[in-house]
């Protein structure tokens, strides 16, 4: 089984350059790598917490990750196909 998780840094980019008042020469390129390390480190902890949830028998391993379980034929996540039907597999 594969999962594929979210860390979209080039959200996370337009985010934190929004924030620039005064660019610099350098300053896209710092934003570009601190996006990435934010991003990144984001998933990372959240996947620390949800294995901590798992472990506590607080949450099942199905519930937590089921949405980012990927589809190697299709290059989908199951919550992107859901969400390509618009979520037509949940209603009956």
């Known amino acids: 089984m594969f999962f594929k998780l979210p860390a979209r840094v080039e959200h996370c980019f337009h985010v934190l350059w929004k924030e620039v008042k005064r660019p610099q020469p350098d300053t896209k390129k710092r934003i570009q790598?601190?996006?990435?390390?934010?991003?990144?480190?984001?998933?990372?902890?959240?996947?620390e917490i949800q294995l901590s949830m798992i472990l506590l028998e607080q949450a099942l391993p199905l519930?937590?990750?089921?949405?980012?379980?990927?589809?190697?034929?299709?290059e989908q996540t199951f919550f992107?196909?859901?969400?390509?039907?618009?979520?037509?597999?949940l209603s009956n």
């Open 63 to 74: 519930q937590v990750f089921l949405p980012y379980v990927y589809d190697p034929a299709s």
């Open 33 to 47: 790598e601190q996006a990435s390390r934010t991003s990144w480190k984001i998933i990372c902890d959240w996947v």
């Open 80 to 89: 992107e196909k859901l969400e390509q039907s618009n979520f037509k597999l």
